[in-house]
């Protein structure tokens, strides 16, 4: 697969051949919807608690006694079914995290990078580097009609163009290590600069 390799200004810098390995796969969206509900889990706080019998603060004494008052038998003012006692099986601190094979997430990896080229929502870029005003390319984003886009750099990020970029609403920037299928999916312009092409193409194979 061949695309054009664009400047930020909108013009042309060459060509590049994108393998079909990683950009000309047939989109599944089993395997997509188990990596993204993989990562969403790992990223859940899983801090929901509630106090259990054990931990309201209340006396331990019977309330009343055990015959003879007409009522039901009851022991501490804890029990669940009183107000403010403790909760039945209530949430507690835990991981919602849970396991997935590698060689699934470096499909879904894959299949998403293909699902955004099949799209049409594949750019690709000379470079995203060089100290800017953050005006001066906001217009340069709007002049080629990101909206909510996401820029895969290569093993690292250039500093100046990140400082640049940070305030642009809808813009977001990762290395080629923090490319999840979450985030391409989430936006609707993937761009990918030569050398995270290359880097995603080391990572992957």
């Given at each position: ?146 909206k909510r886009a996401l820029i895969i750099d290569g093993a690292s990020v250039n500093e100046d ?45």
């Open positions: 697969m061949k695309l054009d390799v664009l400047k930020l200004d909108g013009g042309k810098a060459g060509s590049v051949d994108l393998d079909e390995a990683l950009f000309g796969l047939e989109p599944r969206a089993d395997i997509l919807h188990r990596v993204v509900r993989w990562q969403r889990n790992n990223a859940q706080a899983g801090t929901h608690k509630v106090k259990t019998r054990s931990e309201v603060k209340y006396s331990t004494k019977k309330i009343y006694r055990q015959k003879g008052t007409g009522g039901a038998r009851h022991g501490a003012r804890s029990a669940p079914i009183f107000r403010g006692g403790g909760i039945y099986k209530g949430p507690v601190v835990r991981s919602h995290g849970h396991d997935l094979p590698k060689k699934v997430r470096a499909l879904g990896l894959k299949l998403a990078l293909s699902a955004k080229a099949k799209a049409g929502e594949l750019v690709i870029i000379d470079e995203a580097a060089g100290a800017m005003k953050t005006s001066a390319l906001a217009k340069q984003v709007t002049a080629m009609g990101w163009f990140m400082q640049a970029a940070r305030n642009i609403e809808g813009l977001d920037i990762l290395p080629s290590m923090g490319a999840n299928v979450y985030d391409i999916l989430k936006r609707d312009t993937l761009v990918i600069t030569k050398a995270g092409i290359e880097a995603l193409e080391a990572r992957l194979k």
